[in-house]
Structure formats: structure tokens, C-alpha cells
């Protein structure tokens, strides 16, 4: 079964069900339970790195498989160039207050929890990485990178509906609070008149989306080299 289309198939299906099912109320509650708050993040982590780890292998060994779309050349190169939008969303999701992130809780009782990112996108690291997948879905339709980068991107963009709805449960009104003044889709909050975009960009700062080009840029030029495509022509291998 290894280097087939089979075991990445199989390696995605578990990173799914490990990660939807061991979040899932009445496991995580068992779990939790049994061995405490710490002892579910830490194995959580345990399995998630490892699985993480197979579906890399597997999808490194597996064959392309059938292509099921393309866009052309054009669009997997503007694809290629939007890829800058995950990275300043990741970054600034990692550096500024996030009150859905892990732990941060606390967040949502300063005086002000909704600033910078926040008011973009209350999910900034999880749209991230589901911007990431659906940009290399357009840039690459054979089945192997459909079956990663779909997984990757489904298990980013449906979490944010299962981090809600955990947080809610746990938090309650504080959290309803928060998540009325904010929106899951970016941008969304700011279209309905909830969030001024304007603010939003001046409270990210120049210099989180100087650290997120610096990293788009030094990742482009180190593509090819890591995964023996390079993403514009011209660049290394």
C-alpha cells in the first residue's frame, strides 16, 4: 500500500476523523475526564503531528493520479501571487490579540478584544491555511493535490464553525458578544457595517505586512528547492 493513491487516501481520511472526532463533545469530555485538560492538548498535538507527518509521506510517494482540472498557466500564477493573502492573515493572526485562539480566552475582557485582524476575520490562522489549500487547488487539479490541499483546506474552514460553537458552549454570552461584532468570513463584518476596514489595517500595521511579504517572498524563492517545483519560472530547483 505505500507510494499509492490508496494510502494518502487513507492517511487524509484519518487526519479528518482524528481531528473531528477526538474534538467532538463527548470524546473530548472523556478524554478530559480521564486524564485532564493538559493531557487532551497533549495528546491531541501527539497525534495530530503524526498524522501530519503520514499524509506528507504519503503524499509525497504517491503517484499524481488523473487530472481533474486546470486553469492554465495564468491562473495558477496569480493563484501563486494571492498566496501573500494567508500569509499576512497567519501572521497577523499569530501576532495580535485572538481571543479564539487556544488559551486566550482572557483576551475577550480587555477593554477592547476585537482589534487588527480581528476585525477582518475573528478565524484569521484558520482562513489562512484555508486560503492556502483553495489557492493551490486553483494552481494544481491532478487527484494527489486535490486530496491534500482539499483536506487541509476543509479541516481549516470547518473549523472555524467548530471553534465557535466550543467557545460559545464554554464562554456563553461573553462570546456571543464577540462573535456578533465579528465575522467567520472575512470581511463580512466590515461589508455590514460592524467593522471599519480602515482601522483594521492601521491597528495590523506596516510592519506585520512586512514580515508577511518577507516570508512569502523568502518561501516562493525556496519552493522549488523544498518540493522540486518552482513556483514562478526562473527560480531555483
Not at 478584544?113 to 489557492?135: A, D, F, Q, S, Y
Request: aromatic share 10%; hydrophobic share 55%; net charge positive.
Amino acid at each position: 500500500m505505500t507510494g499509492t493513491m490508496e494510502e494518502l487516501l487513507a492517511a487524509a481520511c484519518v487526519w479528518l476523523v482524528s481531528h473531528w472526532g477526538l474534538a467532538a463533545r463527548p470524546v473530548r469530555t472523556s478524554i478530559v475526564d480521564a486524564i485532564g485538560e493538559n493531557g487532551f492538548r497533549a495528546v491531541y498535538s501527539l497525534i495530530a503531528i503524526a498524522v501530519l507527518v503520514w499524509v506528507g509521506f504519503a503524499f509525497a510517494a504517491a503517484p499524481p493520479g488523473p487530472l481533474l482540472w486546470s486553469f492554465g498557466i495564468g491562473a495558477a500564477h496569480l493563484a501563486a501571487a494571492m498566496m501573500v493573502v494567508p500569509f499576512l492573515f497567519i501572521v497577523a493572526g499569530l501576532s495580535g490579540p485572538n481571543p479564539t485562539a487556544l488559551g486566550s480566552e482572557a483576551a475577550l475582557r480587555e477593554p477592547e478584544p476585537t482589534k487588527g485582524m480581528m476585525r477582518i476575520t475573528r478565524h484569521p490562522g484558520m482562513w489562512g491555511i484555508g486560503l492556502w489549500g483553495v489557492l493551490h487547488l486553483i494552481a494544481n487539479g491532478d487527484l494527489r493535490s486535490v486530496v491534500l490541499f482539499g483536506t487541509m483546506a476543509l479541516t481549516a474552514l470547518v473549523g472555524t464553525v467548530l471553534i465557535d460553537a466550543k467557545k460559545l458552549r464554554k464562554l456563553g454570552g461573553e462570546y456571543a458578544s464577540f462573535k456578533m461584532a465579528t465575522s467567520n468570513l472575512p470581511f463580512a463584518a466590515a461589508i455590514a457595517g460592524r467593522q471599519p476596514v480602515g482601522r483594521a489595517l492601521a491597528e495590523i500595521g506596516l510592519i506585520r505586512v512586512l514580515v508577511a511579504i518577507a516570508l512569502y517572498a523568502g518561501f516562493v524563492y525556496i519552493h522549488g528547492w523544498l518540493f522540486g517545483v518552482p513556483v514562478f519560472p526562473g527560480l531555483p530547483v
